[in-house]
């Protein structure tokens, strides 16, 4: 499962529970904000056993941390790392419950370092380079895996990186999910529980684009009620490794 953090510190503590949050291993995604909150951050869990144990054990004892809210993430409706194209979006339909101890030593591998040779994987994992590349045929065209260049949003000339909490008429909320999903520059949305009904990372070139993306843009998605922006100032932490070499 997965889970949307918005956070507030202490006053003038905000450096420790940004240290805080990045040593903790389910935190994927975390990013220093403006607005609402101080940090908004995505953590991956296997149960809601894990996530218990993360939300009294790790994350209650971070030093400097005065408020948390937690959304449950109900479905990811577009996942992309594309940021000068809309040929990235990536969504899983079905949880893949077949693979085995090879597929997630592969996937491993690949997170590790995707230019690995098939050849190369097989040596280390001790099997042969066809059935490395069958299996990794399999992975991508089911959806379980994507190899895609990762770009540096600021390093394109995106100013701006922003956290997008919406509330949207219940019986809209797919046809609303998917609307924003189809625009270019959001990179992630998510139906969820919580405090807003939708959460969407999206990525700017600069305050008039933010401006125009919030009054016309999302004004014609049809039953969207309410919209509240935290712009993103620092990337604290980003890995796409959710499997560790110890899982």
């Given amino acids: 499962m997965g889970v949307i953090l918005a956070i507030n510190s202490q006053p003038d503590r905000l450096k420790e529970v940004a240290d805080g949050l990045r040593s903790c291993k389910p935190v994927r995604y975390a990013m220093l904000c403006t607005g609402r909150f101080d940090i908004m951050a995505w953590a991956g869990f296997r149960d809601s056993k894990e996530l218990a144990s993360f939300l ?74 066809s059935t490395v590349r069958r299996r990794i045929q399999q992975l991508l065209k089911r959806g379980v895996i994507r190899i895609q260049a990762m770009a540096d949003p600021f390093a394109l000339g995106f100013d701006g990186m922003a956290s997008i909490g919406l509330k949207v008429d219940r019986s809209r909320v797919n046809e609303a999910a998917e609307a924003i999903a189809s625009f270019t520059n959001v990179q992630t949305v998510a139906i969820c529980t919580g405090r807003y009904d939708i959460v969407a990372w999206a990525v700017f070139s600069g305050v008039s684009d933010l401006h125009n993306f919030i009054t016309s843009e999302l004004g014609r998605v049809a039953g969207l009620r309410d919209c509240e922006t935290v712009t993103n100032l620092k990337l604290l932490k980003f890995s796409h490794r959710l499997l560790e070499n110890n899982e």
Avoid at 56 to 72: K, Q, Y
Avoid at 89 to 112: G, K, N, S, Y
Wanted: charged share 25%; no cysteine; hydrophobic share 45%.
């Fill in 56 to 129: 009294s054990d790790d994350l209650r004892t971070i030093p400097g941390l005065a408020h948390f809210e937690t959304m449950l993430t109900l479905k990811l409706v577009k996942v992309s790392i594309t940021l000068l194209a809309d040929e990235g979006r990536f969504a899983v339909a079905h949880p893949a419950t077949d693979l085995d101890t090879m597929d997630f030593a592969i996937i491993r591998e690949l997170q590790a370092d995707a230019r690995q040779t098939s050849n190369y994987l097989a040596s280390k994992l001790g099997t042969s380079g």
